[in-house]
């Protein structure tokens, strides 16, 4: 009687384990349930001249964290629709908290795209109500151009070395240029990682030819993202930047250039090429490297006295550029 009783007691506790196997088990399959709570976006579309813009298509986009351990959650949801006659579009959701990304794009106007971050509903905030202004910027007369993000060594320090924006390279013979439009002059000293100075200066080789910084765009999130046409005046025949570890050169929008300039008999421009640079020239020190090396993006327009430029990404006049070297943005 005893030994059945203890059969019994190991057969009820062989059970209890398993059912309690059992309900855990179950209790794991079961969805992870967020808090929630609406978000509404309102997006009011303009023009570059503050004029509402309708029937622009908009794109509201939203990240949903998976609800489960499911081999599919849902992560890039989309509402979409149009701008009213008042340049209004408006989307609402019940959602947790994520990054809301807007794009708007209409025929004739380059796309825009912005985004902002939810706040979670567990810091119980009640602000969820998002709105915000976008600009489209007009499509206007975009060219062929030669668009290139240049990045390469210095083959030689202390001396002015000229650079062909046409044929993207050194002049020959230390690269395959024939036409030098700017020189570089680099100067570097190395002592360690942490302790170094590069200096780079950039020079041209004729009269009038030069650099000028170009005025600042507000970042509208615009795929357009400079002057449409070049400066008249205000080029510098020479631009000296200094490197070192803690401190680099001051943060620029870009500049314009204008290389191969010829002056007639008063000395006014007679015939030149404009173009522009984005950002500020990178000096790489190579501190540990035989050679100095540089980076920057530059859009040279090939017709003389032509200071457009919009460029047409799909029309840039280098045929064989790498993935690296390829410039996406007008």
Not at 127 to 153: C, H, T
Not at 263 to 288: C, E, Q, R
Request: charged share 25%; with cysteine; net charge neutral.
């Amino acid at each position: 009687m005893r030994r059945a009783n203890q059969i019994m007691k190991m057969k009820n506790l062989v059970l209890a384990s398993i059912l309690l196997l059992v309900v855990t088990g179950c209790s794991l399959a079961q969805p992870i349930v967020f808090p929630t709570k609406p978000w509404s976006a309102t997006v009011k579309v303009i023009g570059e001249d503050g004029q509402s813009v309708s029937n622009a298509n908009v794109a509201v986009g939203y990240f949903l964290p998976p609800y489960s351990f499911s081999d599919d959650p849902e992560y890039n949801a989309r509402i979409v629709g149009i701008t009213d006659t008042n340049g209004l579009f408006f989307a609402t959701h019940k959602d947790r908290t994520g990054e809301i990304g807007f794009s708007v794009s209409k025929q004739g106007y380059y796309e825009t795209r912005s985004s902002c971050t939810l706040r979670d509903p567990m810091e119980n905030a009640n602000d969820r109500n998002i709105s915000l202004i976008l600009v489209l910027k007009k499509v206007g007369k975009p060219i062929p151009m030669y668009a290139k993000r240049q990045e390469m060594k210095i083959q030689k320090e202390d001396e002015p070395l000229g650079f062909d924006l046409e044929v993207g390279d050194w002049v020959t013979p230390n690269g395959k240029g024939e036409h030098t439009d700017l020189f570089f002059t680099v100067h570097r000293k190395i002592i360690s990682e942490r302790e170094y100075d590069c200096t780079l200066t950039v020079t041209f080789p004729n009269k009038d030819d030069g650099l000028a910084v170009a005025p600042a765009e507000p970042d509208n999130g615009s795929e357009f993202k400079t002057s449409r046409t070049a400066a008249e005046s205000g080029y510098q025949p020479e631009l000296t930047l200094h490197y070192s570890f803690n401190k680099w050169p001051t943060s620029v929008f870009g500049y314009f250039i204008r290389v191969r300039t010829v002056l007639d008999a008063d000395g006014k421009v007679k015939s030149a090429l404009y173009g522009k640079i984005p950002g500020n020239f990178m000096i790489l020190a190579g501190t540990k490297a035989p050679k100095a090396g540089m980076v920057f993006t530059y859009y040279l327009n090939p017709t003389a006295n032509d200071h457009n430029l919009e460029f047409n990404p799909k029309q840039n006049l280098f045929r064989t550029l790498t993935i690296m070297e390829e410039v996406k943005w007008p």
